[in-house]
């Protein structure tokens, strides 16, 4: 037989363009407009109904950037429309749509004139059913139409003005399309979702397999069946056609889909929080809407914040998801506040994420998620798996890792072992979309790519428009129906994350497993841009630690203070809305940071007010100064945890010339700064040895090239190190007047950037500090901090949530070589036997470690560098420009616990109160091992002390929690302080004795008497 199959694949294609498609709406009819343009930002619906529309042209240009139209629309529906047997009634809503972009463009949602969301309209969802206007002849309602501009601009990464109001222009964004009562021939339809799931399907199919060839044949046969000038009429012959095709079952060991409805609404990123707002609106209320036409219909939720929103600013929108919840259909997941960045977030705010999550969650809905739920952050912490245990849950998925740039995951299926030993079975749906419209070409691939056949039957595939909302449609619901049990298919069934999760533990029992972080080989960027937005989050962090321990202590020290519960919970969720993955990663607009910027102002006021009002009620009036010490371990004298005089240091610091430069020293430590700026010398007395490398030098500015192939303001590639400028010419050096000359003073310029560096030594101070001001002003440029430090360290330690993970810094394997930018908390650490060095910053997670071998005398340099600053050009082309003050801290000598120790004192700036009473630590612990992360007061308002604290030194560690006030009992409990069992916790009537393995984390309740 001659070969005429692309023949027959260009006559389709045509066919359903020309014929099919303009024949799902037999006839339409232009309804009248009227409008008012909301002068700034939007409006309640019910205010702006109020206002006075104006008659409105179809076709007119409308939509300045980030503005608001709202239209009303009136009509009558012609006599008879929609009586015949396969006819409905439909508004249709083109608001000047490209059909490529759902979610990156404008978008609508339809209001009864009651105030009542109805659904919302979008490129690929333009109508509204005539039933749910009321079922009238009468057409009258609203649109609130948001002209939210394409900022992606087709993913070219150009600089953009559109990412800030003050930049975006006032240049209408759109046209008006058809917006028309419409009859909707449901015949017509079902034939082009038959014809879509055929066509995509046999393109998928291997030319060899007769299957494919029946389909085509089919789909021929319906196309000479049919007259192309009567689609509707001959529309039942040509699905008739069809049909034998599509009746034909899936083969016996086809894969099988748990097909999940989804919408990855991003809750800022190329818009920033106030659309998202709207955004979960309209597809949420999408999501209803479907969910009454097809009862089967399951949609996973994440983001508890979300709903939050929608509670607070559409209640009657709320009702009707409750009830949808408790139908089974809408479907809390991941039990997570937003869908966070896991790897910069502190130890507590990832645990919060999970108590603020799972608690409204349970509140609002009694769900209990048991699923932790990142298809689309970058990169996962190995510390996550114990924090989603602690939390009550059990499973974990994820997506991005098929973003890999060299190396791909082994597995699909599998369990994921944490820094503590906890495994957590985890799951990547092998479709390798959080988006899929379930499609031929993503069904297939999904059954191609499932990386454990054989042992696994299953895997997970989340529908529907996401990133920027829209959720499932009913052509991706006709696709599933379709494949359920389709030759050639995977058979795809609607069903929960739970059922999935099920289904795939029971049938494969025996899993590999992953080891340790999964780090995505990609966005390495976010780890540094926007220095601003990582400074406020690890400004809040410690903020907060402060405000819930003072706090906590004035609860339970005196009567007359009352906890201030609500208040922290507030400042707790926002801090938590800012660690979503397009937020702290600094991967959002403009308008994203600047609002970030705000809140965290606005969260350290707030803060610093809990904290002043907690310090005054515990240390009462008087004149004595006291240290009130935040961190876990003592400090300048005073007990951790507690409130005291300080301790005069034994030794005071000095500085001397040198040479040209200048000697730092305070008896413990000796620091040498040459006449560049430059650390020739860093000496811990205690062990009297060098570490700075022969013939380098340390606190090495270098100015990168920085220009990604593509998502500027995520990633950081590798050919960034082939363009290096090392600053060491120098403007000025020189003592510092302040303080008594115990700081040498830098300045110097990167390129057009005047830099300032304060290099001090404190009194006491174990470290050498380095507080590097910034006027930036460079674009595509990469900033890095270096010290070349004589160490043989075959691999770095760096600071997670709860403990650390440990990093080669060679390069034996492609694995080891991707991972040429990474993340650490307060520290990082390198050392070899008998000897390291800590190097802390305030906050800064950007990191690299290299290390090279000496010729003249065979000795290992190990470098380890920070990623101070970066100025990518999109989304935000002025990212990071401006003032920036970071501080970094170099510890010689150190050993892993100093190496914990210094990440405290760096973040945890000494906080001097005036007061009359010294304050004892409400919790003390043996051993400086376990360190106390958390010491708040209970959630459910007992009045009950809770006290968070882990092992972080990576060993067995033993020791006794005790507490300093009156308790009935220690009980362990989870992170929603729930009763748990807690391995190695052996409670007592008023301590906890604890025999912890390495990481593991522990929750305790103090029962007050």
Same mark, same amino acid.
């Given at each position: 037989?001659?070969? @005429?199959?692309?023949?027959?694949?260009?006559?389709?294609?045509?066919?359903?363009?020309?014929?099919?498609?303009?024949?799902?709406?037999?006839?339409?009819?232009?309804?009248?407009?009227?409008?008012? @343009?909301?002068?700034?930002?939007?409006?309640?619906?019910?205010?702006?109904?109020?206002? @006075?529309?104006?008659?409105?042209?179809?076709?007119?240009?409308?939509?300045?950037?980030?503005?608001?139209?709202?239209?009303?629309?009136?009509?009558?529906?012609?006599?008879?429309?929609?009586?015949?047997?396969?006819?409905?009634?439909?508004?249709?809503?083109?608001?000047?749509?490209?059909?490529?972009?759902?979610?990156?463009?404008?978008?609508?949602?339809?209001?009864?004139?009651?105030?009542?969301?109805?659904?919302?309209?979008?490129?690929?969802?333009?109508?509204?059913?005539?039933?749910?206007?009321?079922?009238?002849?009468?057409?009258?309602?609203?649109?609130?139409?948001?002209?939210?501009?394409?900022?992606?601009?087709?993913?070219?990464?150009?600089?953009?003005?559109?990412?800030?109001?003050?930049?975006?222009?006032?240049?209408?964004?759109?046209?008006?399309?058809?917006?028309?009562?419409?009859?909707?021939?449901?015949?017509?339809?079902?034939?082009?979702?038959?014809?879509?799931?055929?066509?995509?399907?046999? &393109?998928?199919?291997?030319?060899?397999?007769?299957?494919?060839?029946?389909?085509?044949?089919?789909?021929?046969?319906?196309?000479?069946?049919?007259?192309?000038?009567?689609?509707?009429?001959?529309?039942?012959?040509?699905?008739?056609?069809?049909?034998?095709?599509?009746?034909?079952?899936?083969?016996?060991?086809?894969?099988?889909?748990?097909?999940?409805?989804?919408?990855?609404?991003?809750?800022?990123?190329?818009?920033?929080?106030?659309?998202?707002?709207?955004?979960?609106?309209?597809?949420?209320?999408?999501?209803?809407?479907?969910?009454?036409?097809?009862?089967?219909?399951?949609?996973?939720?994440?983001?508890?914040?979300?709903?939050?929103?929608?509670?607070?600013?559409?209640?009657?929108?709320?009702?009707?998801?409750?009830?949808?919840?408790?139908?089974?259909?809408?479907?809390?997941?991941?039990?997570?506040?937003?869908?966070?960045?896991?790897?910069?977030?502190?130890?507590?705010?990832?645990?919060?994420?999970?108590?603020?999550?799972?608690?409204?969650?349970?509140?609002?809905?009694?769900?209990?998620?048991?699923?932790?739920?990142?298809?689309?952050?970058?990169?996962?912490?190995?510390?996550?798996?114990?924090?989603?245990?602690?939390?009550?849950?059990?499973?974990?998925?994820?997506?991005?890792?098929?973003?890999?740039?060299?190396?791909?995951?082994?597995?699909?299926?599998?369990?994921?072992?944490?820094?503590?030993?906890?495994?957590?079975?985890?799951?990547?749906?092998?479709?390798?979309?959080?988006?899929?419209?379930?499609?031929?070409?993503?069904?297939?691939?999904?059954?191609?790519?499932?990386?454990?056949?054989?042992?696994?039957?299953?895997?997970?595939?989340?529908?529907?428009?996401?990133?920027?909302?829209?959720?499932?449609?009913?052509?991706?619901?006709?696709?599933?129906?379709?494949?359920?049990?389709?030759?050639?298919?995977?058979?795809?069934?609607?069903?929960?994350?739970?059922?999935?999760?099920?289904?795939?533990?029971?049938?494969?029992?025996?899993?590999?497993?992953?080891?340790?972080?999964?780090?995505?080989?990609?966005?390495?960027?976010?780890?540094?841009?926007?220095?601003?937005?990582?400074?406020?989050?690890?400004?809040?962090?410690?903020?907060?630690?402060?405000?819930?321990?003072?706090?906590?202590?004035?609860?339970?020290?005196?009567?007359?203070?009352?906890?201030?519960?609500?208040?922290?919970?507030?400042?707790?969720? =926002?801090?938590?809305?800012?660690?979503?993955?397009?937020?702290?990663?600094?991967?959002?607009?403009?308008?994203?940071?600047?609002?970030?910027?705000?809140?965290?102002?606005?969260?350290?006021?707030?803060?610093?007010?809990?904290?002043?009002?907690?310090?005054?009620?515990?240390?009462?009036?008087?004149?004595?100064?006291?240290?009130?010490?935040?961190?876990?371990?003592?400090?300048?004298?005073?007990?951790?945890?507690?409130?005291?005089?300080?301790?005069?240091?034994?030794?005071?610091?000095?500085?001397?010339?040198?040479?040209?430069?200048?000697? =730092?020293?305070?008896?413990?430590?000796?620091?040498?700064?040459? +006449?560049?700026?430059?650390?020739?010398?860093?000496?811990?007395?205690?062990?009297?040895?060098?570490?700075?490398?022969?013939?380098?030098?340390?606190? =090495?500015?270098?100015?990168?090239?920085?220009?990604?192939?593509?998502? @500027?303001?995520?990633?950081?590639? &590798?050919?960034?190190?082939?363009?290096?400028?090392?600053?060491?010419?120098?403007?000025?050096?020189r003592l510092d007047d302040d303080g008594g000359g115990t700081a040498v003073v830098v300045e110097r310029m990167a390129g057009s950037s005047a830099i300032s560096q304060r290099i001090s030594l404190a009194a006491g101070s174990p470290s050498l500090s380095i507080t590097t001001s910034a006027d930036w002003q460079?674009?595509?440029?990469?900033?890095?901090?270096?010290?070349?430090?004589?160490?043989?360290?075959?691999?770095?330690?760096? &600071?997670?949530?709860?403990?650390?993970?440990?990093?080669?810094?060679?390069?034996?394997?492609?694995?080891?070589?991707?991972?040429?930018?990474?993340?650490?908390?307060?520290?990082?650490?390198?050392?070899?036997?008998?000897?390291?060095?800590?190097?802390?910053n305030s906050s800064t997670y950007g990191h690299d470690v290299g290390r090279s071998i000496r010729e003249a005398d065979g000795g290992t340099t190990t470098t380890v560098r920070l990623s101070l600053l970066r100025a990518p050009k999109f989304p935000d082309p002025d990212a990071d420009r401006g003032q920036h003050?970071?501080?970094?801290?170099?510890?010689?000598?150190?050993?892993?616990?100093?190496?914990?120790?210094?990440?405290?004192?760096?973040?945890?700036?000494?906080?001097?109160?005036?007061?009359?009473?010294?304050?004892?630590?409400?919790?003390?612990?043996?051993?400086?091992?376990?360190?106390? &992360?958390?010491?708040? =007061?209970?959630?459910?308002?007992?009045?009950?002390?809770?006290?968070?604290?882990?092992?972080?030194?990576?060993?067995?560690? +033993?020791?006794?929690?005790?507490?300093?006030?009156?308790?009935?009992?220690?009980?362990?409990?989870?992170?929603?302080?729930?009763?748990?069992?807690?391995?190695?916790?052996?409670?007592?009537?008023?301590?906890?004795?604890?025999?912890?393995?390495?990481?593991?984390?522990?929750?305790?309740?103090?029962?007050?008497?």
């Amino acid at each position: 037989m001659h070969d @005429d199959r692309r023949i027959t694949e260009v006559r389709l294609e045509r066919f359903v363009r020309e014929r099919i498609t303009p024949a799902i709406y037999s006839r339409s009819l232009p309804l009248t407009l009227s409008s008012w @343009d909301v002068p700034d930002e939007p409006v309640p619906a019910l205010e702006a109904m109020r206002q @006075d529309f104006q008659p409105q042209e179809h076709g007119a240009p409308w939509g300045k950037p980030w503005g608001t139209k709202w239209l009303r629309v009136q009509g009558e529906v012609p006599e008879f429309w929609g009586a015949a047997p396969d006819t409905t009634v439909e508004v249709v809503v083109d608001l000047g749509f490209t059909i490529e972009v759902p979610g990156f463009q404008c978008e609508g949602i339809a209001w009864r004139a009651d105030g009542s969301i109805i659904k919302a309209v979008s490129p690929r969802n333009q109508y509204i059913p005539l039933k749910l206007l009321g079922g009238g002849m009468a057409v009258d309602f609203y649109v609130e139409a948001a002209a939210n501009p394409d900022v992606a601009q087709g993913w070219t990464f150009a600089a953009t003005p559109y990412g800030d109001k003050s930049t975006a222009g006032t240049a209408p964004q759109y046209r008006l399309g058809n917006i028309a009562i419409a009859e909707l021939n449901q015949t017509v339809w079902e034939l082009q979702q038959d014809i879509w799931t055929l066509s995509g399907l046999m &393109e998928q199919l291997p030319w060899e397999q007769p299957r494919r060839h029946g389909i085509l044949r089919a789909l021929e046969r319906m196309m000479d069946l049919m007259d192309p000038d009567d689609v509707p009429g001959t529309a039942a012959a040509g699905r008739e056609a069809l049909a034998e095709v599509l009746a034909r079952p899936a083969y016996a060991s086809a894969h099988q889909l748990v097909a999940t409805g989804h919408a990855h609404i991003d809750s800022a990123w190329l818009w920033p929080v106030r659309e998202t707002i709207r955004k979960c609106a309209r597809t949420f209320s999408n999501v209803v809407a479907l969910m009454d036409e097809y009862p089967d219909f399951v949609f996973s939720c994440s983001s508890a914040q979300q709903l939050a929103w929608i509670k607070e600013f559409y209640p009657e929108l709320f009702g009707r998801i409750r009830e949808k919840v408790r139908a089974g259909q809408f479907v809390p997941v991941g039990g997570m506040w937003v869908e966070s960045d896991t790897n910069m977030p502190g130890g507590e705010a990832m645990a919060r994420q999970f108590v603020e999550g799972k608690s409204f969650f349970l509140d609002e809905f009694g769900v209990d998620c048991q699923e932790a739920w990142l298809p689309d952050s970058f990169g996962y912490s190995a510390a996550l798996p114990q924090i989603v245990k602690s939390a009550g849950s059990k499973w974990f998925l994820t997506q991005k890792i098929s973003w890999n740039q060299t190396n791909r995951m082994p597995h699909h299926t599998f369990n994921w072992e944490g820094i503590d030993g906890t495994r957590l079975f985890t799951h990547f749906p092998p479709v390798d979309t959080y988006n899929s419209e379930l499609s031929g070409r993503e069904l297939a691939h999904a059954e191609r790519n499932y990386r454990d056949h054989g042992r696994g039957t299953v895997s997970l595939v989340p529908f529907g428009y996401g990133d920027g909302g829209g959720g499932p449609t009913r052509e991706m619901l006709a696709a599933a129906a379709r494949t359920a049990d389709l030759e050639g298919s995977p058979k795809v069934r609607i069903g929960s994350a739970a059922s999935f999760f099920q289904q795939a533990e029971a049938e494969y029992p025996s899993l590999p497993v992953w080891v340790g972080e999964m780090y995505l080989e990609l966005h390495r960027g976010t780890y540094t841009s926007q220095a601003r937005t990582k400074k406020g989050n690890r400004r809040s962090e410690h903020l907060l630690r402060e405000a819930e321990l003072w706090c906590a202590t004035a609860a339970v020290r005196t009567d007359s203070y009352t906890y201030p519960a609500a208040e922290l919970k507030r400042l707790w969720r =926002l801090v938590l809305l800012q660690q979503f993955h397009d937020i702290l990663p600094g991967s959002s607009i403009a308008w994203v940071h600047q609002d970030a910027e705000r809140n965290y102002e606005a969260i350290a006021v707030a803060l610093e007010v809990l904290i002043a009002g907690a310090a005054a009620a515990v240390l009462g009036t008087g004149e004595r100064t006291f240290l009130l010490n935040a961190a876990p371990h003592p400090r300048s004298g005073v007990p951790a945890l507690a409130a005291a005089e300080p301790a005069a240091p034994a030794l005071p610091s000095r500085a001397a010339a040198q040479d040209g430069g200048y000697v =730092l020293d305070n008896g413990i430590v000796r620091a040498v700064v040459d +006449a560049d700026g430059l650390i020739t010398s860093l000496k811990d007395y205690a062990s009297g040895r060098e570490a700075i490398a022969p013939g380098e030098r340390g606190n =090495l500015l270098e100015l990168h090239r920085d220009t990604p192939n593509e998502w @500027d303001a995520w990633d950081i590639d &590798e050919f960034y190190r082939r363009n290096v400028t090392p600053l060491t010419s120098v403007q000025c050096v020189r003592l510092d007047d302040d303080g008594g000359g115990t700081a040498v003073v830098v300045e110097r310029m990167a390129g057009s950037s005047a830099i300032s560096q304060r290099i001090s030594l404190a009194a006491g101070s174990p470290s050498l500090s380095i507080t590097t001001s910034a006027d930036w002003q460079e674009r595509e440029k990469l900033l890095k901090l270096g010290f070349a430090l004589d160490v043989r360290a075959d691999r770095s330690a760096a &600071e997670t949530q709860f403990g650390h993970v440990f990093r080669a810094t060679h390069t034996n394997t492609s694995w080891e070589a991707a991972k040429f930018e990474i993340c650490a908390h307060r520290w990082i650490h390198v050392g070899e036997p008998g000897y390291g060095v800590a190097v802390s910053n305030s906050s800064t997670y950007g990191h690299d470690v290299g290390r090279s071998i000496r010729e003249a005398d065979g000795g290992t340099t190990t470098t380890v560098r920070l990623s101070l600053l970066r100025a990518p050009k999109f989304p935000d082309p002025d990212a990071d420009r401006g003032q920036h003050e970071l501080t970094v801290t170099i510890r010689p000598g150190a050993d892993i616990a100093g190496a914990v120790q210094e990440g405290y004192r760096t973040n945890l700036v000494p906080r001097l109160v005036k007061g009359g009473t010294p304050v004892e630590p409400l919790v003390s612990v043996s051993n400086a091992a376990l360190v106390v &992360e958390a010491v708040k =007061l209970a959630e459910d308002g007992s009045g009950d002390v809770i006290v968070r604290l882990y092992e972080s030194l990576g060993q067995r560690s +033993a020791g006794r929690l005790t507490a300093n006030f009156p308790v009935r009992r220690v009980t362990p409990v989870d992170l929603l302080e729930r009763p748990a069992e807690a391995c190695g916790v052996e409670p007592g009537p008023d301590s906890a004795e604890l025999l912890l393995r390495p990481f593991q984390l522990v929750t305790l309740r103090l029962a007050r008497r």
